[in-house]
DNA sequence: TCCTAAATATGATTTTTGTCATATTTTAAT
DNA sequence: ATTAAAATATGACAAAAATCATATTTAGGA
């Protein structure tokens, strides 16, 4: 479904839609002990999602990781999209190619309906909005 | 979601169901051609099944593979089972261990409910009521 | 009984994913 | 300007998943 990656880049942004700001920014180390990731991979991951500009970040002393405003707008899709690349959700459960509404597979009817809600949250739901539910206390991150 | 290797081994199992019998058995190269599955591959998955008997077997000349009335019971969940490991389709789709009703993961609410209905059905339904579906012509495979 | 056709057992190889290491570049503070 | 602290770029390494190869065992038919 999701690659370990992607989970690692969804639990990194939501840290630091939490934690973060234009005047607070968060260095790597200080990122990957709270969310339970190994700071070089995380870092990694961190530089690829600045770079196509979903996070920001800046060099230096007092450099480290934030989320614009901007940033906050952006979906979970965004950093699934960048990550594990776009067809890796939308294929079918069987990984039939020729898998489609005239010719579904077993599972496709199943499947179909449940997965296109599911994309339809991580793609309309921004990151703000997360964290917002989170600063409620409706939901958790239990790294 | 499901490995490779349970995908495969799903398509192999679908397809003996429409295609073999006590009688009639199907050795390797003629399942793993139209199915699309390099022959060794599926080779290995059928022998594991075979043991952990979802499917049958013998061996020597006019062997091959097969569902005996019994195996054809069997629900893809046990497929499943046997190649991902019960746990796999169980985790949290953030990989989160803590995450459950009490302090549930921002995808939680999301997810819960849906895979939950989607394990129901790979559960409940039999190998046998797939192949009379196929059979009626209102789903699929595509191979 | 012997030969041959099949699954079975075992493990080697390859590819992909995940992880780690390090030299380079940028920037704030002195 | 110089230094030190940070991200960045690059690539090496490890682990897991997927794939392939082969020797062994079993069973049917001549």
Redesign the interface.
């Known amino acids: 479904?999701?690659s370990?990656s992607s989970?690692y880049a969804?639990?990194a942004v939501?840290f630091l839609a939490l934690n973060s700001k234009d005047n607070k920014k968060i260095m790597v180390k200080d990122i990957s002990e709270p969310i339970n990731v190994p700071q070089a991979y995380i870092a990694k991951l961190l530089q690829e999602l600045s770079k196509k500009n979903i996070i920001s970040s800046s060099r230096g002393p007092k450099g480290g990781f934030y989320l614009s405003n901007a940033n906050m707008d952006n979906s979970l899709m965004d950093i699934i999209n960048i990550i594990d690349g776009e067809k890796r959700l939308q294929a079918c459960?069987?990984?039939?190619?020729?898998?489609n509404l005239e010719?579904?597979?077993?599972?496709?009817?199943?499947?179909y309906p449940?997965k296109t809600?599911?994309i339809k949250?991580l793609q309309d739901r921004t990151i703000k909005e997360?964290s917002t539910?989170?600063k409620q206390g409706k939901?958790?991150?239990?790294?």
Chains 1, 2 share one sequence.
């Open positions: 479904m999701l370990n989970k969804i639990k939501l459960v069987l990984s039939l190619e020729k898998c010719k579904p597979c077993p599972l496709h009817e199943l499947v449940i809600k599911f949250v997360f539910l989170i939901v958790f991150l239990p790294f």
